[in-house]
């Protein structure tokens, strides 16, 4: 049950970020909430995938999910560039989160 509260976790925080992108700073009042309401879920969910998850997994998987999926949603639909260096740091956050898992991070 806790993993998938930490895809949930992870979903709600990917969704807030992308609506911050679309807040225009915040002057945006939709987005604005959105992302607001995105983190509160997010970090809630969080909180509750750490009585059954330790903490380095939980916020590892968390964080680098979370950055490769933002970092992929801005090349595929935000006209980011996808250079040499950002593949290789996203198959990098991945390939740290798989380390730790199979590392004994439980």
């Known amino acids: 049950m806790g993993y998938l509260l930490l ?9 807030a970020t992308t609506a911050m992108k679309y807040s225009d700073g ?3 009042l939709t987005p604005a909430l959105l992302t607001v309401l995105g983190y509160v879920v997010s970090f809630t969910l969080l909180a509750q995938t750490l009585r059954t998850v330790s903490i380095g997994t939980a916020y590892a998987i968390w964080a680098g999910v ?6 992929t949603i801005g090349v595929l639909f ?3 560039g996808l250079t040499l260096a950002k593949a290789g740091g996203i198959a990098l956050i991945i ?8 590392g004994g991070a439980h």
Do not use: D
């Open 66 to 71: 979370g950055t490769a999926a933002i970092a």
């Open 26 to 28: 915040f002057s945006r």
């Open 95 to 102: 390939g740290g989160v798989v380390v730790l898992n199979l």
């Open 78 to 80: 935000l006209g980011e």
């Open 7 to 15: 895809v949930g976790a992870i979903a709600a925080e990917v969704a």
